[in-house]
């Protein structure tokens, strides 16, 4: 528990919909199909006994694009525990705003919590879909290329909000940036549909595959920016 967990690959690879079957959320895609075996503690996923309610609740998703529910923010947040049975105003109180603080909103939104989640901006909506996530206390939380539209500093505060919660929680992140995977604990390499590499950072770099390609590339096009930014520091 509060390992974290990277996938990184070309566009198309097939991260997305290999984390869609983590929590059945394969189910609500007309068409698909799930072949082999996946266990969560012991039992079967996609076997017919399994709650998929609680599934749900234990392994958290936040997408790529923000999907806030057409409600305040407030009660965006609280939506699971009350599904969960949790009513109590002040322990309601207390779980959004430890959610928020943990998204790296609270801050934005504290005096205005009975605003419609809606009329947030792109990246406000999407941290208020992590703490929505992180509400419920979940022991795995997928976040499918979450903070690709924030900055990199929010993104820094996020990551480090996530590495320090109250209650034990892995991680498996989609990332884009190499500044991101180089964090996790084990990053899996995707390339065709396939899983091509599995290490930490420092072994994908000595291996000189796929991912090496990746980190390259990146430290091409982020060279001019970085320069750019430390002449306007």
């Known amino acids: 528990a509060g390992r974290v967990t990277a996938l ?9 919909t290999f984390l869609r079957t983590l929590n059945r959320m394969s189910d609500l895609v007309e068409g698909t199909r799930v072949e082999g075996s996946l ?16 599934l749900r609740r234990r392994v958290g998703m936040v997408f790529q694009k923000p999907n806030p529910f057409p409600m305040s923010i407030y009660d965006n947040v609280a939506y699971g525990p009350r599904t969960h049975g949790r009513w109590n105003r002040a322990a309601l109180d207390d779980i959004v705003e430890r ?15 009975k605003k419609d989640a809606l009329g947030l901006s792109g990246g406000q909506q999407q941290r208020v879909c992590i703490a929505r996530a992180l ?24 990551q480090e909000q996530l590495a320090n919660l109250d209650f034990p929680c892995t991680k498996l992140i989609v990332a884009q ?26 072994e994908l770099v000595k291996l000189g595959g796929y991912y090496t390609e990746i980190c390259t590339l990146q430290e091409a096009i982020d060279l001019p920016e970085s320069t750019t930014e430390g002449g306007e520091q």
């Open 8 to 16: 990184i690959g070309s566009s198309g690879c097939g991260k997305s």
């Open 39 to 54: 266990t969560f503690h012991g039992e079967e996923v996609f076997s017919p006994n399994v709650d998929v309610t609680e």
């Open 99 to 113: 959610s928020l603080r943990a998204a790296a909103i609270w801050d934005e939104v504290k005096d205005c919590l």
């Open 135 to 158: 509400a419920v206390k979940p022991s795995i939380l997928i976040l499918d290329d979450t903070t690709s539209a924030v900055d990199l500093e929010t993104e820094k505060y996020i």
């Open 177 to 202: 940036r190499v500044s991101t995977t180089k964090k996790a604990d084990r990053i899996i390499v995707l390339k065709d549909g396939c899983i091509s590499e599995i290490g930490t950072h420092e």
